[in-house]
């Protein structure tokens, strides 16, 4: 018994030291600038947002620019509310299993969450079509160049699985979280040292925009856009 006893503490300490060691460095490596804001050259002239629902972020693009038109990626024709006239479309990266099994928390299951943490699983691409965006704590408005716009172009197209064809890859389900949005296969494998934030941390250093080294977390983004 006393064994036994040794093993269950030892076993609660290493997870304790683990848990205040990985939310240690996230705090210490998100907090690290990973931007020249002196690298400003170009002319500022497209409007993008960094989105949070408190958990997990997006990067929202202008739907069509000179540069580049979302709707050919991601057709219309993949939502459920067709209509003309949006503006905007939010990209997120997640696991695939969390995005389709886990509409809300209350949802979560073990499987799911050993999966997602583990990073066995397969990935997602989350595609959300917006008229517009309102401006609050969870959403900042940024305004890049030509060269940031194609950054995070290039990183999202990088980002999907596709067929032979080139064309992303639609996942068929009834799992939207609204008339707006669709998934689609991705790339890549998340785990607890790669989350959905890390991904759009990544595009965002990718793009010389407001980031940290490294986070796990929302929060880990948002400090670098709120003033």
Known sequence: MRRLGLVILYTVLGLVGFIGSYMGLDAVLSRIPAYDVS?????????????SNGVHTDIVLPVKTDLMDWGAVFPLDDVKRKEAGYRFVAVGWGDKGFYLNTPEWKDLKAKTALVAALGIGETAVHVTYYHKMLVDEYCYRVEVD???????????????????????????TDAQYGNSDAFYEAKGAYSI?????????RGLKKANMPSGIWTVFDKGILRHYRR
């Not at 690298?39 to 989105?51: C, G, M, N, R, S």
């Not at 940031?148 to 699985?161: M, V, W």
């Not at 040292?193 to 941390?201: M, R």
């Open 193 to 201: 040292f790669y989350s959905c934030n890390t991904w759009t941390n």
């Open 146 to 172: 030509s060269v940031q716009l194609l950054q995070l172009r290039d990183y999202i197209l990088a980002s999907l699985d596709t067929d032979d064809n080139g064309h992303a890859i639609l996942i068929p």
């Open 39 to 51: 690298d400003k050259a170009l002319p500022l002239k497209y409007e993008v947002y960094i989105l």
